[in-house]
Every structure is written in structure tokens, then in C-alpha cells.
């Protein structure tokens, strides 16, 4: 019989151009159609999500009618409980084969396979989701070895489908491999890595497609398929670009913004002196959030880069505004590193050029890098150089090992290169935004936040500038 499958990936709630990829799967769908989603549909940033503890996502998935989706390592973002309340509440399946809370019990709602009927055709739907490593404590998840999770579910549901499609969230270098190396997969529809393929691809059998991301392409496979053999007739990645927005999408959108605006609009407490924001100068609200975290893992060294917020915060905090001003989902992360490499990327840093540069990365959703803002830490340059650094009241020197509160994004070099070069990482839970929220109703940190590390040489030093903070001229 025919089947056709129209598929998406890493959405990452964009939500205008969901709203032209469902009428680009309305103009293409039939009764022979199976619409499915490889994971990272919904992306906490989205305010419409945050305030609806992601039920605006279901209601959106079930709008257009998707026949299942995978979970990606952006459905756990915002933990397991808002996980687990989704995929309970969800008619559509979501699937992870292995995906399993921290203490290796079961995460409710998730199913590790389904199995759809298409015009009396049984298909085996499974998919993994990512494996985060240090990151899976914090969000309360252990990840199995996904080769093993399918064959299992191959080897459980052997005699019961007539096709098997895979939903991997693991990305296209992994899942080739896994085609090469595994039988009895007609179908991997891949995604994590954002590849756009023209057209699906064949190997060992196994039909391999990628719809790039952002909503911005659905992925359509047309097969034909008998009781012994699977044939692709046609393949492609479409363009979303020119189609009409959904008008059910929008309402739908409409609706829960004004939700999620309701709930998270409500002020969590007062800010009596403003946090003011700027990608180069520094700046208070990017000094509180060093100060928080070397405050909260107990560090030698606060350090974070001014684009992880996209703005200040001034006369109260709501949860809204959180998310407005960082909306990145990255985590507080401690780590050891020498100081030739601390003063490396604290001198790169003077570069204006180095802090506008694009700061895309995992799990950034700023705009820019931005200036290094440190806490615990004294820098005096001319403007292009380092002329001496002090952690404490001693100053840095390059072979020592230190310990620095930072971001997972500079922990892993993003923006900074030479911050790659760390040992015994460790990440906690909260988010950088939980750093804001826990820090900026407390007075000691507010003032602190407003005076200035870095001083230029040829200023007037200010008296007990080693070791002490200096106020801003």
C-alpha cells in the first residue's frame, strides 16, 4: 500500500513558522499520511509555555494532528514534572525508549514505543531522546544506551508491525551509523544535529530523512510498501517560507499568551535600584548574576558574559520578565581552570568585536557573546591589555588552579575559547535566570552589583582598589 510521511524537527517554538508548516501539511495531507515529530517541539523560552506548564505544545501538536512525537533535550528543560504533566496530558504519544527518571523508574505518560494503524498497515513508532551527560542529574533523568533501547523494543514487538520507523533525537552522524550496524529499521527520521537533507537518504536499507529546524522545512517520504519490501518513491525537504499562516495556530497562540502573560505577570518582589544592561560596558545585572553564582557554588572566581541577558531589570521582577530578559536555558556550573587561561579570555574580552560577535551555541538564545563580568576579581587594563589581574587580594597567577561559578555555555568554550580548558565541571539544576530571581531582592547583592571590577590604567585609583570593590566614577 502507499503511505506518505510528513515529519518536523527542532521546532524549538517557533511558532510563526509552525503556523506555515501546518498549512503546508494541510495542503499535503490524506487519508495514507502519518505526521510525526522527531523532538525539541517545544522550547521553554516560549512564554506561551512557560506560563501553561507546556500544554500550549499538546494543544498545538493536537491542532494539527501529529500521529506521535519523540522527546528531545528540550521537552526536559524545563524538568521532569513539567515533562511528566505534558506527556499525561498528551493524546498524542510521546516516545522515548530510553528516557527514564533519575532514580531509573518510569517517567509517566511516556510510552517507549506505539503502534499506529494506517489502512490496515500496523507501523512500530520508537525513538530515543539525548543523552546530556553531566547535565542528566540536574534535570532529574537517566538516559540508556539507545542502540540497546531499540533493538529491545525491535526484539518486543517482533510479529506485531508490518514497518518500523525510528524517531531519533540523537543526531545524523549517530543515526547513519546506527543503520549501518542495526537490521530491521525501514525508517530513521533524524534530527538534534539541524541537518537539512534535499532528499532523504538510503543506507543499508534503512531510509534516513532531516528536516533542518525552526519550522522552517517539513520533511515528506512517499513509500510503498508489501509484505516484504519497503520502496521510497519520492523524498524531499519543502519550504515553509511562502505559505499562509494557520489561522488556528495563531488563535491557539493567542489564547495562551494571554494565559501564560496572566500567571507569570504577577510581581515577585520590588527592585529599588535599577539593574541596567549593556552587551559592552559592564554592567549591574550582569555583575549580580557573577556575584550570585559565586556565591552559590562557593568559588574563587564568578564569571559570566553579558549576553546571557537580553536586558535590565528595573522597578519589580515577575517571572515574565525572567524569561524576557534570559531566556537561555543554561545552567549555574562550577569548574577548575588555570589562570593563564582565565586571563586569556578576560583580555579577549576588551576587544568590542569579541563581545558583538554571534553568540550562538547550545542552549544560548542571546543575540551576542557580550563582556566577561567577574566576581571576586579585580582587573586593571590600558583598554587592550591585561596589566594585572587579583582574585582576592592575590594576583592571578598562570599555573594555578582556580575555581570559577560560571555557565555551562563558558564551560564548554562557547564565545571564549580558552575556557574549554577546565577540569571536574559540575552542574546544578536552576538556570542562570533562578540566579537573578534568587539575588536581586537582596540588598547586599544589589549594592555590590552596581560597583565596578574592571578599571582602566590611566584612571585615578580609587582607595583599596586589591582586594576591595571599587565604586564607578
Known sequence: MKLQILHTNDLHSHFENFSRAATLINQYRDDHTLLLDAGDFADFKSIE???????????LLG???????????????NGID???????????????NNLLRKDKTKVNGVVSSAIIIKKGLRILITGSSP???????????????????????????????????????????????????????????????HQLY??????????????????????????????????LLHSATLSTS???????????????????????????????????????????ITNLIADGLKDMLNCDLGLINSGIVNAGAFNFLSNKKLIEICPSPLNPTSFEIKGKDIKIAIEQSLDAQVCLADGRGPGFRGKYSGRLHVSGAKILHDGKRIIDMYIGDQLVEDETWYTVASSDYLQRGSGYPSLANNRN????????????????YRPEFIERAVLNRWRVRSEIPLPGFVGAEAARP
Open 49 to 59: 509555555l512557560q506560563g501553561t506548564k507546556g500544554e500550549a505544545a499538546i494543544e
Open 131 to 193: 543523552d546530556l551527560s553531566d547535565f542528566n542529574d540536574g534535570l532529574g533523568v537517566h538516559i540508556q544506551s539507545y542502540k540497546k533501547a531499540i533493538a529491545e523494543e525491535l526484539k518486543r514487538n517482533q510479529g506485531k508491525y508490518d514497518l518500523c520507523i525510528v524517531l531519533n533525537h540523537i543526531g545524523t552522524v549517530a543515526d547513519t551509523e546506527l543503520a549501518e550496524e542495526m537490521s530491521g529499521i525501514d525508517i530513521i527520521i533524524s534530527s538534534h544535529d
Open 425 to 440: 565541571e559540575k552542574y546544578l539544576p536552576e538556570e542562570i535566570r533562578d540566579v537573578i530571581r534568587l539575588y536581586a
Open 82 to 96: 513539567t515533562l511528566e504533566h505534558m506527556a499525561t496530558i498528551s493524546t498524542i504519544p510521546f516516545i522515548s
Open 198 to 231: 534535499p532528499e532523504a537518504k538510503i543506507i543499508n536499507g534503512t531510509i534516513i530523512n532531516s528536516a533542518g529546524y525552526y519550522g522552517e522545512y517539513i520533511g515528506i517520504l512517499e513509500l510503498d510498501v508489501t509484505d516484504d519490501n519497503v520502496e
Open 63 to 77: 491542532c494539527v494532528g501529529y500521529d506521535a512525537l519523540t522527546i528531545g533535550n528540550n521537552e526536559m528543560f
Open 242 to 284: 511562502t505559505s499562509e499562516m494557520d489561522e488556528r495556530i495563531i488563535s491557539i497562540l493567542k489564547t495562551n499568551k494571554e494565559k501564560a502573560v496572566e500567571v507569570l505577570s504577577k510581581p515577585l518582589y520590588a527592585i529599588h535600584h535599577p539593574l541596567w544592561h549593556d552587551i559592552i560596558e559592564e554592567n549591574p
